[in-house]
């Protein structure tokens, strides 16, 4: 969808200074709401204009989601809310980014579909369990992550149908990227990066991520996966820990939470790299980066571009998944970092830098108005626009962003002010952070050269196939070896060629 915006005299920079200000008049969300749906497209796409909001030149950009994923609730006590999503559209729809990109409603995910990675019996229970038919006491119900004393998972109406459109938009994403229809993939309703193969964790049912990845994998060799939830990315890391055509690089807070229990999830300390069998392909592709509690701004933007950047020279990824987790921004319930919005929105710009087919998901973050700021500023990011900092006065929920306990009505509120955490991350201790993690790298071997999977079937069919034919390599090899001794063997005995034998020809 194009806009108005190149209608603009060629020298716009003086004729805005020139010219009255645009007509444009300043409607709340009753006044917008009372227009028709022509005018109301008519006030987005002039606000489009204005701001000289337009498609991106040489690359495309388009954004997956299906509006349904937002009507499911966790429970009026539980910090996922999926209204954060009802939030991050109204902004990304109010500042007239609908005109930047393809626009796709995707199709909820099918069952055959999601258990190309999750076991069947746990789908089986996913879609059948109802908080009518729950036994929190049988044995299937724990063991599938339900229930305990977190509850972290909870049952709620229509859980299926929740996991089925999160998943659907991210392989629909992931799709697209295939088709090359587009350079950058967004969805904002994925992003779930706990779930293991047959269980629920961390507010995670289906992990969308390694369903998207195993899509990719059928046409790119090898994949980058980045992770800046607060949380670690393990549910990820476990999937494809055996694998070297991808490689887990994941941003977190490690060590132990203000009650005196680790972290959630409690994992991905520096030293976790992978398996320690060296036989094991998925040895030294997995890196982790724990932080403590408060980074700032400059030391997170400094680390994330250090060390991803030497990921990237030496792994040289086909597509990259890029996990934004809004949780690690300053002031979120569950978070325990100091970062801003553009700090955040740093990790974006730094890796579309790479010019690397980009899928874009979301994750984690627990205030809503916060999440809906940063996936917003980042959307433009990707299409490379600026926003203006005031929002649009015509947008639904516009009092969840006013006041200056909500922002004070603007996009880039400071976070620093906001219950701000203690900085136990000094500069000597993130540098040998660093100087770890590059240490790290040295036990990857490379990028790996395979043959690109083309017929559709799964990372752990491809794996099986490898193993198989490297059985056989090394079966050759040890034919080959014996062959050689046998032969050294008879030429002794016979004397072939030695000084003796040439004197009697």
Request: charge should be negative; aromatic fraction near 10%.
């Amino acid at each position: 969808m194009g806009n108005g915006a190149n209608n603009h005299p060629s020298n716009n920079i003086v004729e805005e200074y020139l010219c009255d200000a645009p007509d444009l008049p300043e409607l709340d969300y009753q006044a917008f709401k009372g227009l028709a749906d022509g005018d109301k497209q008519d006030v987005i796409q002039r606000e489009a204009e204005e701001y000289g909001l337009e498609r991106p030149k040489g690359y495309s950009v388009s954004f997956h989601y299906n509006p349904h994923v937002e009507y499911h609730h966790f429970g009026s006590s539980h910090p996922m809310k999926p209204w954060r999503l009802t939030l991050t559209k109204q902004l990304v729809v109010g500042y007239g980014l609908e005109y930047t990109m393809d626009l796709y409603e995707p199709r909820p995910a099918g069952f055959d579909e999601l258990a190309i990675f999750h076991d069947r019996d746990y789908l089986s229970f996913l879609s059948e369990i109802t908080p009518q038919n729950m036994k929190p006491d049988d044995q299937s119900y724990l063991g599938f992550g339900f229930g305990g004393d977190s509850n972290d998972c909870p049952v709620f109406d229509g859980i299926w149908n929740y996991v089925s459109l999160y998943s659907g938009a991210s392989m629909h994403a992931a799709q697209n990227l295939l088709n090359n229809q587009s350079e950058i993939a967004i969805n904002w309703s994925g992003g779930l990066h706990h779930a293991l193969k047959g269980k629920a964790s961390g507010f995670c049912y289906v992990n969308d991520i390694v369903l998207a990845i195993q899509h990719l994998l059928t046409q790119h060799q090898r994949v980058l996966y980045i992770d800046i939830d607060v949380h670690h990315g393990d549910g990820v890391e476990y999937a494809f820990e055996s694998t070297d055509r991808v490689f887990t690089l994941s941003y977190h807070k490690f060590g132990i939470d203000r009650t005196g229990y680790p972290f959630f999830p409690g994992t991905g300390n520096i030293n976790e790299m992978g398996p320690i069998d060296p036989a094991n392909k998925g040895k030294g592709h997995t890196l982790n980066i724990p932080i403590d509690d408060g980074i700032d701004d400059d030391q997170y933007k400094w680390l994330f571009k250090t060390v991803t950047g030497a990921v990237v020279e030496k792994y040289r990824p086909n597509a990259i998944v890029l996990q934004a987790g809004a949780d690690s921004l300053g002031g979120d319930r569950l978070g325990r970092f100091n970062l801003n919005i553009k700090a955040h929105g740093f990790c974006v710009e730094t890796v579309k830098s790479y010019s690397v087919p980009l899928l874009l998901i979301g994750g984690g973050g627990y205030t809503p108005r916060n999440v809906a700021r940063t996936w917003c500023h980042e959307t433009a990011v990707c299409v490379g626009a600026t926003l203006h900092n005031h929002l649009p006065t015509h947008i639904p929920y516009i009092q969840a962003f006013q006041g200056e306990e909500n922002g004070g009505g603007i996009l880039y509120p400071d976070l620093h002010n906001t219950k701000r955490h203690d900085n136990l991350n000094k500069q000597l201790a993130l540098q040998e952070l660093v100087a770890h993690a590059l240490d790290n790298l040295r036990y990857m071997e490379g990028a790996p050269s395979v043959v690109v999977n083309t017929s559709g079937i799964t990372e752990e069919q491809i794996m099986k196939i490898r193993a198989e034919i490297d059985r056989e390599i090394d079966e050759e090899r040890e034919d080959r070896h014996h062959m050689s001794v046998e032969k050294a063997r008879r030429t002794r005995e016979r004397n072939t060629g030695g000084r003796a034998e040439r004197g009697l020809r």
